[in-house]
């Protein structure tokens, strides 16, 4: 059962272009960068992102956005509770990021 990890976020008004690049460049990066414990190779099937375009107004702040798929809950949950590389990561926005919003779902499962 696959699941369906969407990032958003919103960059503090005083982070810098290069600040929000390296950021989401190193969001993208954590496709290759997380590591399964047990297989030792990356485990996030697919990994993509960017700046929001959307017309419709509804965005609150939101500008940023990523697309982030695991095989398994399990390794989803990995992903969140234990990769370090990802932890890391997270650790590292507080200087930069205003908001995070985070929603996972099951392709079909409602």
Do not use: W
Not at 12 to 37: G, W, Y
Not at 60 to 87: M, P
Not at 88 to 110: C, H, I, M, N, R
């Amino acid at each position: 059962m696959t699941v369906t990890h969407i990032v958003q976020f919103q960059f503090k008004s005083t982070a810098s272009p290069a600040e929000v690049k390296d950021t989401c460049d190193r969001m993208l990066a954590l496709k290759t960068n997380c590591i399964h414990p047990t297989s030792q190779k990356p485990y996030i099937k697919a990994s993509s992102g960017g700046k929001d375009n959307s017309i419709e107004g509804l965005q609150n702040g939101i500008t940023h956005v990523f697309v982030v798929e695991f095989e398994s809950v399990e390794d989803r949950d990995y992903y969140v509770q234990k990769d370090s590389a990802h932890l890391e990561f997270v650790k590292s926005l507080g200087a930069v990021l205003e908001k995070a919003q985070v929603v996972d779902f099951t392709p079909g499962a409602f």
